[in-house]
Protein backbone atom coordinates (compact mmCIF):
# COMPACT_ATOMS: atom_id res chain seq x y z
CA UNK A 1 0.00 0.00 0.00
CA UNK A 2 1.77 4.02 -0.51
CA UNK A 3 -0.11 6.68 1.20
CA UNK A 4 0.29 10.24 0.16
CA UNK A 5 1.20 12.66 2.80
CA UNK A 6 1.34 15.94 1.45
CA UNK A 7 3.93 18.44 3.49
CA UNK A 8 3.76 22.27 1.89
CA UNK A 9 6.21 24.18 3.23
CA UNK A 10 8.69 27.11 2.40
CA UNK A 11 11.02 28.52 5.02
CA UNK A 12 13.63 31.30 4.58
CA UNK A 13 15.85 31.20 7.64
CA UNK A 14 19.07 30.26 8.95
CA UNK A 15 19.38 28.01 12.06
CA UNK A 16 18.90 24.83 10.96
CA UNK A 17 20.68 23.75 8.40
CA UNK A 18 19.84 25.92 5.66
CA UNK A 19 16.54 26.39 4.08
CA UNK A 20 13.51 24.20 4.11
CA UNK A 21 9.98 23.79 2.74
CA UNK A 22 7.55 23.27 5.40
CA UNK A 23 4.01 21.29 4.44
CA UNK A 24 2.44 24.03 2.22
CA UNK A 25 6.53 24.56 2.01
CA UNK A 26 9.65 26.19 4.65
CA UNK A 27 11.81 28.80 4.38
CA UNK A 28 15.46 29.33 5.11
CA UNK A 29 16.44 27.71 8.23
CA UNK A 30 16.08 24.51 10.08
CA UNK A 31 19.87 24.25 12.30
CA UNK A 32 22.26 26.56 14.01
CA UNK A 33 24.84 23.86 13.15
CA UNK A 34 25.51 20.59 11.61
CA UNK A 35 26.61 17.98 13.69
CA UNK A 36 30.28 18.36 14.36
CA UNK A 37 29.92 22.05 15.08
CA UNK A 38 27.56 21.55 17.64
CA UNK A 39 29.98 19.05 19.58
CA UNK A 40 32.54 21.57 18.88
CA UNK A 41 30.18 24.21 20.40
CA UNK A 42 29.20 21.87 23.62
CA UNK A 43 32.76 21.66 24.68
CA UNK A 44 33.40 25.40 24.10
CA UNK A 45 29.98 25.87 26.41
CA UNK A 46 31.80 24.07 29.16
CA UNK A 47 34.75 26.28 28.66
CA UNK A 48 32.53 29.12 28.59
CA UNK A 49 30.67 27.28 32.36
CA UNK A 50 34.12 27.46 34.01
CA UNK A 51 35.23 30.65 32.64
CA UNK A 52 31.93 32.89 34.25
CA UNK A 53 33.11 34.88 37.28
CA UNK A 54 29.89 35.63 38.59
CA UNK A 55 27.51 33.42 40.66
CA UNK A 56 28.03 29.36 39.80
CA UNK A 57 25.84 26.20 39.39
CA UNK A 58 26.64 23.05 39.62
CA UNK A 59 28.03 21.21 36.80
CA UNK A 60 24.59 18.96 36.32
CA UNK A 61 22.69 22.12 36.81
CA UNK A 62 24.76 23.59 33.44
CA UNK A 63 24.45 20.56 31.49
CA UNK A 64 20.89 20.24 31.72
CA UNK A 65 20.18 23.73 30.63
CA UNK A 66 22.40 23.22 27.54
CA UNK A 67 21.18 20.02 27.02
CA UNK A 68 17.31 21.69 26.88
CA UNK A 69 18.93 24.56 24.59
CA UNK A 70 20.68 21.82 22.73
CA UNK A 71 17.42 19.64 22.27
CA UNK A 72 15.26 22.56 21.26
CA UNK A 73 13.13 22.50 24.46
CA UNK A 74 12.47 25.92 25.22
CA UNK A 75 9.61 25.16 27.45
CA UNK A 76 11.42 23.37 29.43
CA UNK A 77 14.65 25.66 29.68
CA UNK A 78 12.18 28.58 30.74
CA UNK A 79 11.67 26.36 33.83
CA UNK A 80 14.66 25.02 34.54
CA UNK A 81 15.73 28.70 33.92
CA UNK A 82 14.01 30.17 36.38
CA UNK A 83 14.42 27.41 39.05
CA UNK A 84 18.14 28.01 39.12
CA UNK A 85 17.74 31.90 38.14
CA UNK A 86 19.55 33.22 41.58
CA UNK A 87 22.23 30.82 41.15
CA UNK A 88 23.06 32.16 37.41
CA UNK A 89 25.64 35.03 36.81
CA UNK A 90 24.67 38.18 34.63
CA UNK A 91 26.41 36.92 31.84
CA UNK A 92 24.68 33.25 31.96
CA UNK A 93 21.56 34.30 32.89
CA UNK A 94 21.26 36.45 29.64
CA UNK A 95 23.14 33.96 27.15
CA UNK A 96 19.82 31.66 28.13
CA UNK A 97 17.39 34.71 28.01
CA UNK A 98 18.55 35.62 24.77
CA UNK A 99 17.22 32.65 23.29
CA UNK A 100 14.09 32.48 25.00
CA UNK A 101 13.36 35.88 24.11
CA UNK A 102 14.00 34.48 20.05
CA UNK A 103 11.91 31.39 20.72
CA UNK A 104 8.82 33.28 22.35
CA UNK A 105 8.86 35.81 19.86
CA UNK A 106 9.86 38.71 22.14
CA UNK A 107 12.61 39.34 18.96
CA UNK A 108 13.26 43.31 19.95
CA UNK A 109 15.07 41.65 23.53
CA UNK A 110 16.70 39.15 21.55
CA UNK A 111 18.28 41.90 19.83
CA UNK A 112 19.66 43.64 22.82
CA UNK A 113 20.40 40.30 24.89
CA UNK A 114 23.22 39.55 21.80
CA UNK A 115 24.49 42.80 21.98
CA UNK A 116 24.94 43.39 25.53
CA UNK A 117 26.56 39.77 25.27
CA UNK A 118 28.78 40.77 22.94
CA UNK A 119 29.83 44.15 23.97
CA UNK A 120 29.94 42.85 28.29
CA UNK A 121 31.22 39.18 27.81
CA UNK A 122 32.76 38.77 24.52
CA UNK A 123 36.41 37.96 26.61
CA UNK A 124 34.52 34.84 27.65
CA UNK A 125 32.95 33.63 24.83
CA UNK A 126 34.81 30.88 22.45
CA UNK A 127 33.97 32.25 18.88
CA UNK A 128 31.52 29.11 18.27
CA UNK A 129 29.09 30.95 21.16
CA UNK A 130 29.85 33.99 19.67
CA UNK A 131 28.63 32.40 16.05
CA UNK A 132 25.59 31.53 17.41
CA UNK A 133 24.66 34.44 18.93
CA UNK A 134 25.26 35.96 15.90
CA UNK A 135 23.37 33.74 14.40
CA UNK A 136 20.70 34.44 16.90
CA UNK A 137 20.50 37.69 16.45
CA UNK A 138 20.41 37.65 12.62
CA UNK A 139 16.58 35.23 12.88
CA UNK A 140 15.28 38.06 15.44
CA UNK A 141 16.17 40.69 13.08
CA UNK A 142 14.45 38.63 10.16
CA UNK A 143 11.75 37.82 12.07
CA UNK A 144 11.38 42.29 13.01
CA UNK A 145 11.76 42.89 8.87
CA UNK A 146 15.27 44.18 9.85
CA UNK A 147 16.55 42.79 6.75
CA UNK A 148 19.75 44.97 6.09
CA UNK A 149 20.80 44.14 9.23
CA UNK A 150 20.24 40.46 9.01
CA UNK A 151 22.36 40.26 6.27
CA UNK A 152 25.25 42.68 7.48
CA UNK A 153 24.99 40.23 10.59
CA UNK A 154 25.64 37.13 8.64
CA UNK A 155 29.01 38.80 6.33
CA UNK A 156 30.14 39.84 9.78
CA UNK A 157 30.05 35.83 10.69
CA UNK A 158 31.80 34.98 7.56
CA UNK A 159 33.99 37.64 7.63
CA UNK A 160 35.65 37.19 11.32
CA UNK A 161 34.81 33.38 11.46
CA UNK A 162 34.42 31.17 8.37
CA UNK A 163 37.68 29.45 9.10
CA UNK A 164 36.13 27.50 12.30
CA UNK A 165 33.32 26.87 10.33
CA UNK A 166 32.23 23.94 8.45
CA UNK A 167 31.47 23.91 4.69
CA UNK A 168 27.84 23.20 5.10
CA UNK A 169 27.55 26.28 7.90
CA UNK A 170 29.08 28.74 5.62
CA UNK A 171 26.99 27.64 2.86
CA UNK A 172 24.24 27.93 4.94
CA UNK A 173 24.79 31.28 6.06
CA UNK A 174 26.18 32.03 1.98
CA UNK A 175 22.42 30.99 0.85
CA UNK A 176 21.06 33.55 3.89
CA UNK A 177 22.98 36.48 2.85
CA UNK A 178 21.67 35.80 -0.47
CA UNK A 179 18.21 36.02 0.34
CA UNK A 180 18.79 38.63 2.93
CA UNK A 181 20.61 41.16 1.19
CA UNK A 182 18.25 41.03 -1.62
CA UNK A 183 16.00 42.50 0.70
CA UNK A 184 17.89 45.11 2.10
CA UNK A 185 16.41 48.06 0.32
CA UNK A 186 12.86 46.24 1.04
CA UNK A 187 10.73 48.00 3.61
CA UNK A 188 9.39 46.02 6.68
CA UNK A 189 6.11 44.09 5.74
CA UNK A 190 3.36 46.22 7.81
CA UNK A 191 -0.33 44.82 8.94
CA UNK A 192 -3.25 47.19 9.53
CA UNK A 193 -6.62 45.49 11.63
CA UNK A 194 -8.98 48.34 12.22
CA UNK A 195 -11.63 46.13 13.89
CA UNK A 196 -12.01 42.09 14.74
CA UNK A 197 -12.46 40.39 11.29
CA UNK A 198 -13.83 37.14 10.21
CA UNK A 199 -12.86 35.40 7.10
CA UNK A 200 -14.40 32.73 5.31
CA UNK A 201 -12.19 29.75 4.64
CA UNK A 202 -12.49 26.51 2.29
CA UNK A 203 -10.59 23.04 1.71
CA UNK A 204 -9.12 22.49 -1.28
CA UNK A 205 -8.16 19.34 -2.90
CA UNK A 206 -5.34 18.62 -0.50
CA UNK A 207 -7.63 18.86 2.73
CA UNK A 208 -5.98 21.93 3.56
CA UNK A 209 -7.57 25.37 4.62
CA UNK A 210 -7.58 27.92 1.57
CA UNK A 211 -8.29 31.51 2.57
CA UNK A 212 -9.59 34.70 -0.02
CA UNK A 213 -6.78 37.00 -0.69
CA UNK A 214 -7.43 40.00 -3.16
CA UNK A 215 -4.68 41.88 -5.18
CA UNK A 216 -5.23 44.83 -7.16
CA UNK A 217 -9.15 43.94 -6.95
CA UNK A 218 -8.78 40.14 -7.68
CA UNK A 219 -9.27 37.62 -5.17
CA UNK A 220 -7.29 34.48 -5.36
CA UNK A 221 -6.93 31.52 -2.90
CA UNK A 222 -3.95 31.05 -0.77
CA UNK A 223 -3.33 28.30 1.48
CA UNK A 224 -2.91 29.02 5.28
CA UNK A 225 -0.01 27.34 6.40
CA UNK A 226 1.92 28.21 9.63
CA UNK A 227 4.82 26.23 9.25
CA UNK A 228 5.66 28.19 5.71
CA UNK A 229 8.46 30.13 6.68
CA UNK A 230 7.95 32.57 4.37
CA UNK A 231 4.91 32.84 1.82
CA UNK A 232 5.29 31.35 -1.62
CA UNK A 233 3.85 31.65 -4.73
CA UNK A 234 4.07 30.44 -8.60
CA UNK A 235 6.03 32.19 -11.61
CA UNK A 236 2.85 32.59 -12.73
CA UNK A 237 1.31 33.95 -10.06
CA UNK A 238 3.45 36.29 -9.28
CA UNK A 239 3.18 37.56 -12.62
CA UNK A 240 -0.56 38.07 -12.26
CA UNK A 241 -0.11 39.48 -8.55
CA UNK A 242 2.31 42.16 -10.29
CA UNK A 243 5.32 41.12 -7.77
CA UNK A 244 8.34 43.02 -7.91
CA UNK A 245 10.92 40.56 -8.45
CA UNK A 246 14.21 40.26 -6.72
CA UNK A 247 17.27 39.52 -8.74
CA UNK A 248 18.29 36.31 -6.59
CA UNK A 249 18.28 32.90 -6.78
CA UNK A 250 18.83 30.92 -3.57
CA UNK A 251 18.67 27.23 -2.56
CA UNK A 252 15.71 25.80 -1.28
CA UNK A 253 14.65 22.61 0.30
CA UNK A 254 11.37 20.45 1.05
CA UNK A 255 11.01 20.19 4.86
CA UNK A 256 9.07 16.48 4.11
CA UNK A 257 11.48 14.97 1.64
CA UNK A 258 14.85 17.54 1.83
CA UNK A 259 15.07 17.80 -1.63
CA UNK A 260 16.63 20.38 -2.86
CA UNK A 261 15.92 23.32 -5.37
CA UNK A 262 16.64 26.77 -7.01
CA UNK A 263 13.83 29.50 -6.00
CA UNK A 264 13.76 33.29 -6.10
CA UNK A 265 12.21 36.14 -4.37
CA UNK A 266 9.35 38.32 -4.67
CA UNK A 267 7.28 41.73 -2.87
CA UNK A 268 3.68 42.65 -3.21
CA UNK A 269 3.03 46.03 -2.62
CA UNK A 270 -0.26 45.45 -0.93
CA UNK A 271 -2.65 42.57 -0.37
CA UNK A 272 -6.05 42.61 1.63
CA UNK A 273 -7.29 39.12 3.45
CA UNK A 274 -10.87 39.91 4.69
CA UNK A 275 -9.95 43.30 5.28
CA UNK A 276 -6.92 42.83 6.62
CA UNK A 277 -4.32 45.05 4.75
CA UNK A 278 -0.70 43.65 4.52
CA UNK A 279 1.49 45.95 2.81
CA UNK A 280 5.34 44.66 1.71
CA UNK A 281 4.85 40.79 1.88
CA UNK A 282 8.05 39.24 0.39
CA UNK A 283 6.84 35.59 -1.23
CA UNK A 284 9.29 32.83 -2.42
CA UNK A 285 9.05 33.11 -5.88
CA UNK A 286 9.03 28.90 -7.71
CA UNK A 287 8.67 27.71 -10.70
CA UNK A 288 4.90 26.42 -11.11
CA UNK A 289 6.13 22.94 -11.62
CA UNK A 290 7.89 22.65 -7.94
CA UNK A 291 4.21 23.66 -6.52
CA UNK A 292 2.90 20.60 -8.49
CA UNK A 293 1.68 17.67 -6.48
CA UNK A 294 2.44 14.77 -8.95
CA UNK A 295 0.99 12.42 -6.84
CA UNK A 296 -2.73 13.81 -6.73
CA UNK A 297 -2.49 16.15 -9.83
CA UNK A 298 -2.87 19.45 -8.14
CA UNK A 299 -1.07 22.67 -8.72
CA UNK A 300 -0.42 24.52 -5.53
CA UNK A 301 -0.45 28.63 -6.51
CA UNK A 302 0.07 30.51 -3.26
CA UNK A 303 0.70 29.97 0.03
CA UNK A 304 0.39 32.57 2.99
CA UNK A 305 2.97 31.73 5.47
CA UNK A 306 4.27 32.56 8.56
CA UNK A 307 5.88 36.33 8.39
CA UNK A 308 1.56 37.51 7.52
CA UNK A 309 0.34 35.04 9.60
CA UNK A 310 2.22 36.28 12.79
CA UNK A 311 1.25 39.75 12.65
CA UNK A 312 -2.29 38.98 12.76
CA UNK A 313 -1.36 38.14 16.30
CA UNK A 314 -3.81 35.98 16.98
CA UNK A 315 -5.88 33.49 14.69
CA UNK A 316 -9.41 31.34 16.19
CA UNK A 317 -10.26 28.75 13.46
CA UNK A 318 -13.69 27.59 13.53
CA UNK A 319 -14.76 24.25 12.05
CA UNK A 320 -17.82 25.72 10.48
CA UNK A 321 -15.38 27.79 7.82
CA UNK A 322 -15.02 30.91 9.77
CA UNK A 323 -11.35 32.50 10.64
CA UNK A 324 -11.83 35.05 13.40
CA UNK A 325 -9.12 37.80 14.11
CA UNK A 326 -9.57 39.90 17.13
CA UNK A 327 -7.97 43.20 16.76
CA UNK A 328 -7.19 42.89 20.73
CA UNK A 329 -5.35 39.72 21.03
CA UNK A 330 -6.50 37.37 24.50
CA UNK A 331 -4.45 37.05 27.27
CA UNK A 332 -4.11 33.75 29.10
CA UNK A 333 -2.12 31.53 31.70
CA UNK A 334 -1.19 29.31 29.08
CA UNK A 335 1.83 29.11 27.89
CA UNK A 336 3.48 26.72 24.88
CA UNK A 337 3.81 27.80 21.63
CA UNK A 338 7.12 28.65 20.88
CA UNK A 339 9.12 29.35 17.23
CA UNK A 340 12.15 27.13 16.57
CA UNK A 341 13.53 29.84 13.75
CA UNK A 342 10.53 30.53 11.43
CA UNK A 343 9.43 27.33 12.44
CA UNK A 344 5.75 27.00 15.05
CA UNK A 345 6.68 24.60 18.13
CA UNK A 346 3.92 23.42 20.27
CA UNK A 347 4.52 21.54 23.62
CA UNK A 348 1.48 18.50 23.85
CA UNK A 349 1.39 16.11 26.40
CA UNK A 350 1.25 12.65 25.72
CA UNK A 351 1.22 9.76 28.75
CA UNK A 352 3.25 11.15 31.37
CA UNK A 353 6.02 13.46 29.17
CA UNK A 354 5.10 17.32 27.26
CA UNK A 355 7.10 16.63 24.54
CA UNK A 356 7.97 19.57 22.31
CA UNK A 357 6.74 19.22 18.27
CA UNK A 358 6.50 21.16 15.00
CA UNK A 359 3.32 22.67 14.31
CA UNK A 360 1.96 22.85 10.72
CA UNK A 361 -0.94 23.93 9.87
CA UNK A 362 -0.46 23.04 5.95
CA UNK A 363 -0.11 18.88 6.59
CA UNK A 364 -2.68 16.83 6.34
CA UNK A 365 -1.76 14.30 8.64
CA UNK A 366 0.84 14.90 11.33
CA UNK A 367 3.98 12.33 11.68
CA UNK A 368 6.31 11.68 14.25
CA UNK A 369 10.34 11.63 13.84
CA UNK A 370 13.09 9.83 14.96
CA UNK A 371 13.30 10.81 17.99
CA UNK A 372 9.66 9.79 18.91
CA UNK A 373 10.84 6.73 17.81
CA UNK A 374 14.15 6.69 20.27
CA UNK A 375 12.52 7.71 22.81
CA UNK A 376 9.41 4.93 22.85
CA UNK A 377 11.05 2.42 20.78
CA UNK A 378 10.40 -0.74 22.77
CA UNK A 379 6.79 0.28 22.40
CA UNK A 380 6.22 0.91 18.78
CA UNK A 381 8.31 -2.58 18.00
CA UNK A 382 5.64 -4.26 19.86
CA UNK A 383 2.55 -1.85 18.71
CA UNK A 384 3.01 -0.67 15.26
CA UNK A 385 2.98 -2.08 11.70
CA UNK A 386 5.64 -1.20 8.98
CA UNK A 387 4.36 0.49 5.78
CA UNK A 388 5.68 2.26 3.08
CA UNK A 389 4.39 5.95 2.86
CA UNK A 390 5.21 8.46 0.61
CA UNK A 391 6.28 11.94 1.26
CA UNK A 392 5.40 14.74 -1.11
CA UNK A 393 6.46 18.81 -1.09
CA UNK A 394 7.80 21.14 -3.19
CA UNK A 395 9.99 19.75 -5.46
CA UNK A 396 9.05 15.84 -5.63
CA UNK A 397 7.80 13.17 -3.16
CA UNK A 398 9.78 10.07 -1.62
CA UNK A 399 9.20 7.12 -0.82
CA UNK A 400 9.84 6.28 3.53
CA UNK A 401 9.53 2.93 5.61
CA UNK A 402 7.41 4.12 8.64
CA UNK A 403 5.78 2.54 11.67
CA UNK A 404 2.42 3.16 11.89
CA UNK A 405 0.80 3.01 15.45
CA UNK A 406 -2.80 2.25 15.36
CA UNK A 407 -3.85 5.44 17.64
CA UNK A 408 -1.77 8.05 20.06
CA UNK A 409 -3.58 10.77 22.09
CA UNK A 410 -2.13 14.23 22.86
CA UNK A 411 -3.19 16.64 24.67
CA UNK A 412 -2.91 20.57 24.36
CA UNK A 413 -4.07 23.38 26.80
CA UNK A 414 -5.69 20.71 29.06
CA UNK A 415 -7.93 19.21 26.07
CA UNK A 416 -7.26 15.41 24.92
CA UNK A 417 -7.91 13.97 21.71
CA UNK A 418 -6.96 10.78 19.99
CA UNK A 419 -5.17 10.59 16.42
CA UNK A 420 -5.61 7.35 14.61
CA UNK A 421 -2.79 5.84 12.04
CA UNK A 422 0.07 8.14 12.87
CA UNK A 423 3.33 7.89 11.27
CA UNK A 424 6.61 7.04 13.15
CA UNK A 425 10.20 7.73 11.20
CA UNK A 426 12.98 5.62 12.70
CA UNK A 427 15.93 8.19 11.13
CA UNK A 428 15.63 11.93 10.74
CA UNK A 429 14.81 13.30 7.98
CA UNK A 430 17.87 16.15 7.97
CA UNK A 431 21.36 15.73 10.44
CA UNK A 432 19.84 18.78 12.90
CA UNK A 433 16.35 17.46 13.18
CA UNK A 434 15.71 17.91 17.17
CA UNK A 435 12.10 18.01 17.62
CA UNK A 436 9.68 14.89 17.86
CA UNK A 437 7.75 15.42 15.16
CA UNK A 438 5.04 17.82 13.15
CA UNK A 439 1.80 18.23 13.97
CA UNK A 440 -0.98 18.49 11.24
CA UNK A 441 -4.69 18.94 10.69
CA UNK A 442 -5.35 15.28 11.61
CA UNK A 443 -4.93 17.12 15.05
CA UNK A 444 -6.40 20.00 14.93
CA UNK A 445 -9.23 18.61 13.29
CA UNK A 446 -10.76 16.96 16.06
CA UNK A 447 -11.62 20.44 17.94
CA UNK A 448 -14.21 23.07 17.05
CA UNK A 449 -12.12 25.81 17.47
CA UNK A 450 -8.59 26.59 17.61
CA UNK A 451 -6.49 29.24 18.61
CA UNK A 452 -2.93 30.32 17.61
CA UNK A 453 -1.53 33.35 19.21
CA UNK A 454 1.79 34.57 18.24
CA UNK A 455 1.14 37.73 20.90
CA UNK A 456 1.40 35.78 24.36
CA UNK A 457 2.50 32.57 22.58
CA UNK A 458 0.02 29.87 23.24
CA UNK A 459 -2.55 27.49 21.04
CA UNK A 460 -5.78 26.10 22.46
CA UNK A 461 -8.45 23.83 21.32
CA UNK A 462 -11.66 23.63 22.27
Not at 117 to 135: E, H, T
Not at 180 to 199: D, H, M, V
Request: charged share 20%; with cysteine.
Amino acid sequence: MYDITCSLNPSLHPSKGGNRTTSALSFLYIAFMKTAFLLCTIAALTLFSACSNKKSISAAADKTLHSLLDQHDYFKLETKLKQYNDSLGDDKRLYFKSYLDNAFNHNLDCITDVDDLLKNYAADFPDSVKVQLSRLQSDSYFKTYQYAKAAQTDSAILKHYARGLSKDVVDDIKNDILSRGALKNTAPQQTIIKTNITIPWTRDKLGLIEIPVTCKALVYSGIFDTRANISTITKTYAAKLGLHILPVTYNEGSGATGIQFKTGMGVADELNIGGITVRNVVFQVMPDSILYISQVKYQLNMIIGFPVIEQMKEIDIYKDGRMVIPQTPVQTSLHNFALDGLDPVIALKTGNDTLAFNFDSGAASSVFYAAYFNRYKTAILKNSTKKTVGFGGAGGAQKKMVYILPKVDLAVGGKAVTIDSISVLDAKITPAEKLYGNIGQDFTNKFNEVIYNFKYMYMRGE
